[in-house]
């Protein structure tokens, strides 16, 4: 989100909204991946849930796309339609 004055420079508050977005990222990611990683052990659809929580954690954490990509690759194509 990019916040501008009046002379259309970036203000200090577009980067505390910056941060905020990010934090906000990582947060509902980890909390995706978590419950995700629960439901695989209870019963529930665990696997959707990780891969949501990858796809938030891929915008600041470079190792989960290519956890996700390896997942999305795991799932049978079966799966992949229902």
């Known amino acids: 989100m990019l916040i501008l004055d009046f002379k ?3 203000t200090e508050s ?4 910056r941060g905020l977005a990010r934090l906000a990222r990582r947060l509902g990611g980890a909390v995706l991946l978590g419950v995700g990683v629960v439901l695989m052990i209870l019963p529930g659809p665990g696997i959707p849930f990780v891969i949501a929580g990858l796809v938030l954690l891929e915008w600041d954490v ?4 290519w956890l996700r990509a390896r997942l999305v690759e795991l799932v049978p194509r079966r799966w992949r339609s229902a």
């Open 14 to 17: 577009s980067r505390h909204v």
């Open 62 to 65: 470079p190792s989960a796309r």
């Open 8 to 10: 259309g420079q970036r």
